[in-house]
């Protein structure tokens, strides 16, 4: 069976390329790329496709469904970044790739501690010798109640290291977890809001949860609330996000993600102007920890993403459950 990998990086992904291509039997074509309409006719000939944080849009997809591409396995969780619903009236599957969730579990974790220890400011001072104390004292986890929005695979492992810390822990879902009530407590969204002295984000995004935390979200918070999201820009409305930071509202931040990056994050663009304001805007403000989209990436994610999107299309291909379908 034949795949067709965009996005292909030779200096981390080709060594598992190669391990799980020979496992499953998979003739594997590559571009270094990303897909786009002009590189589409490169999938030719392969009725599936891996793809890794890269727009796919309906044109795309009517483009990739015209040469005969039966499934686009996504090399990652989320699946936001294409039109999902396009390609499923065009008889396209869609799999994504679930991975280890410990990764961005302990991303998140770092983002905290750093947020509520000052680490930026602290870093930073240290770079210039001034090893000063007013403006830096921090807040112990222990003594704060940690608000987790979203507890599937990925929310519950950052509430099993919350307990561990000793924090109280208060959930948000849709649908509740028998797990998760061993450490935490479910509430409903209002409360979680106006309860949390950290609220962290662990869900995908939909067109329900666009901009969850809003100007009304933000307002019901408490005075020096940290924010951390290591899920998706979008679910944040960046603007009300400024000017909570602005006013204090958002005592500090870590984030992850951000709206708009698709496209952006992944690729150096040093010598350019980049076509997003947020990013300098949020950087501008010293209690704000602002990273690339780097929490999923470790050894065994990488690991894991490209098994198991290769995975997806070996399933469907030999007419196998596929777990990883959307
Ligand atoms: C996901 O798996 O959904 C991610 O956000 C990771 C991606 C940047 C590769």
Same mark, same amino acid.
């Given at each position: 069976?034949?795949?067709?990998?965009?996005?292909?990086?030779?200096?981390?992904?080709?060594?598992?390329?190669?391990?799980?291509?020979?496992?499953?039997?998979?003739?594997?074509?590559?571009?270094?790329?990303?897909?786009?309409?002009?590189?589409?006719?490169?999938?030719?000939?392969?009725?599936?496709?891996?793809?890794?944080?890269?727009?796919?849009?309906?044109?795309?997809?009517?483009?990739?469904?015209?040469?005969?591409?039966?499934?686009?396995?996504?090399?990652?969780?989320?699946?936001?970044?294409?039109?999902?619903?396009?390609?499923?009236?065009?008889?396209?599957?869609?799999?994504?790739?679930?991975?280890?969730?410990?990764?961005?579990?302990?991303?998140?974790?770092?983002?905290?501690?750093?947020?509520?220890?000052?680490?930026?400011?602290?870093?930073?001072?240290?770079?210039?010798?001034?090893?000063?104390?007013?403006?830096?004292?921090?807040?112990?986890?222990?003594?704060?109640?940690?608000?987790?929005?979203?507890?599937?695979?990925?929310?519950?492992?950052?509430?099993?290291?919350?307990?561990?810390?000793?924090?109280?822990?208060?959930?948000?879902?849709?649908?509740?977890?028998?797990?998760?009530?061993?450490?935490?407590?479910?509430?409903?969204?209002?409360?979680?809001?106006?309860?949390?002295?950290?609220?962290?984000?662990?869900?995908?995004?939909?067109?329900?949860?666009?901009?969850?935390?809003?100007?009304?979200?933000?307002?019901?918070?408490?005075?020096?609330?940290?924010?951390?999201?290591?899920?998706?820009?979008?679910?944040?409305?960046?603007?009300?996000?400024? /000017?909570?930071?602005? #006013?204090?509202? =958002?005592?500090?931040?870590? @984030?992850?993600?951000?709206?708009? +990056?698709? %496209? *952006?994050?992944?690729?150096?663009?040093?010598?350019?102007?980049?076509?997003?304001?947020?990013?300098?805007?949020?950087?501008?403000?010293?209690?704000?920890?602002?990273?690339?989209?780097?929490?999923?990436?470790? /050894?065994?994610?990488? #690991?894991?993403? =490209?098994?198991?999107?290769? @995975?997806?299309?070996?399933?469907? +291909?030999? %007419? *196998?459950?596929?777990?990883?379908?959307?």
């Amino acid at each position: 069976m034949k795949v067709f990998a965009y996005s292909y990086r030779k200096f981390d992904e080709a060594p598992y390329f190669e391990k799980y291509c020979k496992e499953l039997g998979i003739e594997l074509g590559y571009t270094e790329e990303d897909p786009t309409l002009e590189n589409a006719h490169l999938a030719a000939g392969y009725p599936y496709i891996s793809i890794l944080l890269t727009r796919v849009d309906a044109a795309l997809v009517e483009e990739f469904a015209r040469l005969g591409v039966k499934m686009i396995s996504n090399r990652l969780i989320g699946v936001d970044h294409v039109d999902v619903k396009r390609a499923k009236e065009l008889g396209i599957r869609i799999s994504n790739a679930p991975y280890s969730s410990n990764c961005v579990a302990d991303y998140t974790l770092m983002l905290m501690l750093m947020s509520i220890r000052r680490m930026r400011q602290i870093l930073r001072r240290n770079e210039m010798n001034d090893f000063t104390l007013p403006g830096i004292q921090g807040m112990e986890m222990a003594n704060l109640t940690v608000g987790v929005l979203g507890t599937g695979k990925i929310g519950r492992t950052v509430i099993r290291d919350l307990h561990g810390f000793g924090s109280r822990v208060l959930a948000y879902d849709l649908y509740e977890n028998d797990e998760v009530k061993q450490y935490a407590t479910y509430v409903d969204l209002d409360t979680i809001l106006r309860q949390s002295d950290m609220l962290t984000l662990h869900m995908p995004l939909t067109d329900e949860n666009f901009h969850l935390l809003d100007r009304e979200a933000f307002a019901k918070m408490k005075d020096g609330v940290v924010l951390i999201n290591t899920a998706r820009g979008p679910l944040v409305d960046t603007n009300a996000l400024l /000017d909570a930071l602005e #006013s204090g509202k =958002v005592g500090a931040a870590g @984030l992850d993600v951000v709206e708009d +990056e698709v %496209g *952006l994050y992944h690729h150096d663009w040093k010598n350019t102007v980049i076509h997003n304001r947020f990013i300098p805007l949020l950087r501008g403000f010293n209690n704000v920890i602002l990273t690339s989209h780097k929490a999923y990436y470790t /050894d065994q994610s990488v #690991s894991d993403m =490209v098994r198991n999107s290769l @995975l997806g299309c070996y399933n469907a +291909e030999h %007419g *196998l459950p596929n777990p990883f379908e959307v």
